[in-house]
């Protein structure tokens, strides 16, 4: 099974840009379909971008669209969420996650391994 490792939150104002990355070990990042997912205070978790184990599609909620880019590295196992134009409402914690079996799934039930989270803050 893969462990995950998050770093790169922050507190950043709004209209900032944070980079976060999910480093894995115990198996190749190739070998599953990446994600990454916030939970903001009091509210469930949310899916907000995912990449298949190919790398060839890419998959983002809505309100991060344009804004978000989720990539990456084989070399360096490890999977990386760009986000630009950040909003207050992107305030949350946000963990890494990898899905077993082909596609992805919005529902964080369907998601078998997790990182411990990382959190960040955008101010108004």
């Known amino acids: 099974q893969v462990q995950l490792v998050e770093s790169g939150g922050g507190l950043v104002q709004a209209g900032g840009s944070l980079r976060l990355s999910c480093a894995a070990s115990g198996r190749t990042v190739s070998s599953y379909t990446m994600g990454w997912f916030r939970q903001a205070p009091g509210k469930e978790r949310e899916f907000v971008a995912g990449v298949i184990r190919s790398g060839g599609s890419t998959y983002y909620v809505d309100s991060v669209k344009g804004r978000f880019t989720i990539s990456k590295d084989n070399a360096k196992n490890t999977v990386f969420l760009q986000m630009n134009s950040l909003k207050p409402e992107d305030t949350a914690v946000y963990y890494c996650?990898?899905?077993?079996?082909?596609?992805?799934?919005?529902?964080?039930?369907?998601?078998?391994?997790w990182g411990q989270g990382t959190q960040v803050t955008v101010s108004s």
């Open positions: 996650a990898a899905k077993e079996g082909r596609g992805y799934s919005d529902s964080s039930r369907a998601w078998d391994y």
